[in-house]
């Protein structure tokens, strides 16, 4: 089964900003469609943004203008860029296959001052 394993998390001041990387174990990857989500402490996981096996990217409002997903099938990997970063952007950041697939480990993004 392929594993996705997420990076990049860290702590970062407010309008600052922090690529995550998406890391697939298999090239079957580039057949997926995948999606970014994220869970913030005493909320339900949401999903961020997805991306096609074509390109095609969607985001929920909140991020729209800010994140940008992007992948690269030569390297098995799906990025998030987040720009202008919120304290409300705080949560564990995961990436999934959207058809299905296994919930990994996840990455923190800490937002504050």
């Known amino acids: 089964q392929m594993q996705l394993v997420e990076s990049g998390g860290g702590l970062v001041q407010p309008g600052g900003s922090l690529r995550l990387s998406c890391a697939a174990s298999?090239?079957?990857?580039?057949?997926?469609?995948v999606g970014w989500y994220r869970q913030a402490p005493g909320k339900q996981r949401e999903l961020v943004a997805t991306i096609s096996i074509r390109g095609t990217t969607n985001y929920t409002d909140s991020v729209k203008g800010r994140f940008t997903i992007s992948r690269d099938n030569y390297k098995n990997t799906v990025y998030l860029q987040m720009n202008s970063l919120k304290p409300e952007d705080t949560a564990v950041y995961y990436c999934k296959v959207v058809s299905g697939g296994s919930w990994g480990q996840g990455t923190q993004v800490t937002v504050s001052s």
């Open positions: 298999a090239s079957s990857f580039r057949f997926h469609a």
